[in-house]
């Protein structure tokens, strides 16, 4: 399994950033892709997520309006377009992934998509600043 981020960096208050994470080594349609972020001294954030055999996605309150994820099943990449961006927003964001959810309960991912202890296999991550 390989997950490589990239498209972070440094953009000014309410500039955007799109971030990708390029995935190989597994089954991309029968997985969830999630997206997390870390400043210091904070606990891992969820972000977003996508669940791929459906397309459903998930929103951090933090970031709803604001972050649209997205999956492109030719490339085997999810996207994460971030948009207003604010110096809150600034952390290390990695991509996740979870795998086999075809076989889960809806209420399971539901409740997962968002939390780390879904996910098996982490990126390394691509920082992303934002100066006021």
């Known amino acids: 399994v390989q997950l490589v981020e990239s498209g972070g960096g440094l953009v000014q208050s309410g500039g955007s950033l799109r971030l990708s994470c390029a995935a190989s080594?597994?089954?991309?349609?029968?997985?969830?892709m999630g997206w997390f972020r870390q400043a210091p001294g904070k606990e891992r954030e969820g972000v977003s997520a996508?669940?791929?055999?459906?397309?459903?996605?998930y929103y951090a309150d933090s970031v709803k309006g604001r972050f649209t994820i997205s999956s492109d099943h030719t490339k085997n990449t999810v996207h994460l377009q971030l948009n207003n961006l604010s110096p809150e927003d600034t952390a290390l964001y990695s991509c996740?992934?979870?795998?086999?959810?075809?076989?889960?309960?809806?209420?399971?991912?539901?409740?997962?998509?968002?939390?780390?202890?879904?996910?098996?296999?982490w990126g390394q991550g691509t920082q992303v600043t934002v100066s006021s």
């Open positions: 996740a992934v979870s795998h086999g959810v075809r076989r889960l309960e809806n209420l399971t991912v539901m409740l997962g998509a968002l939390n780390s202890w879904f996910y098996e296999d």
């Open positions: 996508i669940i791929m055999n459906d397309g459903s996605t």
């Open positions: 080594g597994f089954d991309f349609d029968d997985s969830a």
